[in-house]
């Protein structure tokens, strides 16, 4: 994977971390490496990606950037110009967070100044890249990395055994993901979207420097926001596409049967962006099969679909899949997305944008016409599993999100800790954007208010008055174009439920992308193969006796979820332990 790594004070000790990370064997890689004042930082980059990796020593200050940035052009005019590395000491300089806060994309970065002894870590606003860090008081050091895997290796070369996390454990066995900035490495944490992190003279401080909110809401009547939307969407279309264009690659878009995709393509069609792929990965024949690939025959689009017959791909690359996340989320959310990028062949290929989280944007989350309140109540709705949730400290993750309402609890945790976490694996082939996360659509958006974006409201009339020739095919949600009138998508909705459910227990048709009942109840190899992998992982496993009978009893009672929630935790202590 692209990302970087770092060691201040790194001591007499030689130390290499590009080594740690994860690498498919079908990607070239490369790798920077820097030593200044007693720090070690290195990076690793995707060849053939696009975007911009820098890691630099000036002297007065070492600097490393890794991603995509939408804004690089007008940021470094803005600045004077220059090499990137100098306007991002230039800028950072000068305005410090408020230069991070106008930065645009998907981003990691630090400086290290070793005349002051300083090092700063920084993340983009919702973290959709990441950062991990560890930092030993008695021993007086911080590491970081984009890895977790390459923050345990390293803490083991500084002579500090890392130790699995018991909350991390079961945040994973209960959500299929990490709470607030938890990690499976005791001590380890990570960097909170829309934060630096100051590190100097052993001490951590943590500033934010950006927070979404949902207030104050927005004035104006819909059609005045509707055109609001259209104007920011186009922008976050343009900053994206643009970058491929820029680069000289193809724009990849994933395509399923929901809005949020089909409104990611059509507005980049409508822009004039035509020369892309679209990557489907579903059951076959599933709506989420059969609506993109309508779609690209009508619009003559390269298709490329992976079909998921069987779920096999559950149990072909299991130490991969959960290499790429370092376990932390559930294998089963990401193995599509890594069968289906390890076999695609898509020349000079590019960004993949999706169409990611515009739901939860426009109003998925809400449960009511007004916001509710972040509560003990709501988080444990975001489960997986209600089994292990009574030995989980939810209410010290709420103190310490301090989350605005119920709508942005979602946000930080379902969206930024599950599925952000899932797209990890793309990065171990290229870059990932979405348009519905441009940090200036995702901030108006988000404080439209509640009773406009209640049950995709206010989307539905947007995305009909737009993009009205790709609201004729069928939303898989309801099993119907978004076209028609609410109460009669609902109406036919229920219908389709019912259908899915007759489907289901009959075996006559499809009734979802991935029907795991199906699959399990079926394919003996997926249960075979789980409970060996489970059984060769669990030897030698370094978490506690309560933790390994509490597995046990998931693989032995739980259903598909937490068995391979329970997979992705022994797999994860291979990698890290």
């Known amino acids: ?45 995707i060849k053939r990606a696009p975007g911009t990796r820098v890691l630099k020593d000036l002297g007065d200050v070492v600097v490393g950037f890794d991603g995509v940035l939408f804004n690089k052009k007008s940021v470094r005019k803005r600045m004077g110009g220059g090499r990137f590395e100098e306007v991002m000491r230039k800028g950072y300089e000068l305005e410090g967070n408020g230069f991070l806060s106008g930065l645009r994309g998907n981003f990691t970065g630090f400086f290290f100044y070793p005349r002051e002894r300083r090092l700063v870590l920084f993340c983009d606003h919702v973290a959709s890249k990441v950062l991990y860090y560890y930092s030993d008081p008695d021993s007086g050091f911080l590491v970081f990395s984009s890895e977790l895997k390459v923050v345990a290796a390293l803490m083991r070369d500084l002579g500090v055994p890392p130790e699995p996390d018991e909350q991390g454990a079961y945040m994973l066995l209960t959500y299929g993901y990490m709470l607030g900035d938890s990690t499976l490495l005791k001590g380890a944490k990570k960097l909170p979207a829309g934060s630096r992190l100051v590190y100097s003279d052993g001490n951590v401080k943590l500033e934010e420097y950006y927070r979404l909110r949902t207030g104050p809401y927005i004035d104006g009547n819909e059609d005045e926001i509707m055109d609001e939307m259209d104007r920011r969407f186009k922008r976050a279309i343009s900053r994206e596409y643009e970058k491929d264009m820029e680069y000289g690659k193809r724009p990849v878009v994933t395509l399923s049967g929901g809005l949020d995709s089909r409104t990611n393509l059509a507005y980049a069609l409508n822009m004039g962006y035509r020369d892309l792929s679209c990557v489907t990965f579903s059951e076959s024949d599933y709506l989420d099969h059969r609506v993109p690939e309508r779609i690209c025959r009508d619009h003559q689009l390269d298709f490329h679909f992976n079909p998921l017959d069987g779920g096999d791909y559950l149990v072909e690359n299991i130490d991969n899949v959960i290499a790429c996340s370092d376990g932390l989320v559930y294998y089963g959310g990401a193995a599509h997305t890594y069968s289906t990028f390890s076999k695609v062949e898509i020349e000079d290929m590019g960004i993949v944008h999706s169409g990611q989280i515009g739901d939860l944007v426009i109003g998925s989350h809400l449960k009511d016409r007004r916001h509710g309140p972040a509560s003990i109540r709501r988080l444990r709705g975001l489960s997986l599993s209600r089994r292990y949730l009574g ?103 229920g219908i389709n439920y019912h259908v899915k459910r007759l489907r289901k227990r009959t075996g006559l048709g499809k009734y979802s992308m991935n029907p795991f009942d199906e699959w399990f109840s079926k394919n003996e190899k997926l249960n075979r193969e789980m409970k060996f992998y489970f059984k060769k992982k669990s030897k030698g496993c370094p978490l506690n006796d309560d933790l390994l009978l509490d597995l046990g009893a998931l693989m032995d009672e739980g259903g598909h979820y937490e068995k391979m929630n329970s997979i992705t935790l022994v797999g994860a202590m291979d990698i890290l332990f």
Do not use: Q
Request: charged content about 25%; overall charge positive.
């Open 1 to 45: 994977m692209a990302g970087s790594w770092g060691v201040y004070p790194a001591g007499s000790k030689k130390i290499e971390g590009s080594k740690y990370f994860y690498r498919d064997p079908k990607v070239e890689h490369g790798s920077f490496r820097a030593s200044s004042g007693g720090g070690v930082f290195g990076s690793v980059f």
């Open 391 to 493: 030995k989980l400290k939810l209410d010290e993750v709420l103190e310490r999100g301090a989350y605005e309402n119920g709508e942005t609890l979602a946000f930080y945790e379902k969206c930024v800790n599950g599925v952000f976490g899932g797209y990890r694996v793309i990065e171990h082939f290229t870059e990932f954007s979405s348009p519905f996360l441009d940090i200036d659509f995702l901030d108006y958006t988000m404080r439209i208010h509640p009773s406009l974006r209640y049950d995709e409201g206010i989307y539905l009339k947007w995305i009909n008055r737009t993009i009205p020739e790709f609201c004729r095919y069928k939303w898989e949600k309801y099993g119907t174009p978004p076209n028609r009138p609410l109460w009669l998508m609902k109406r036919m909705g």
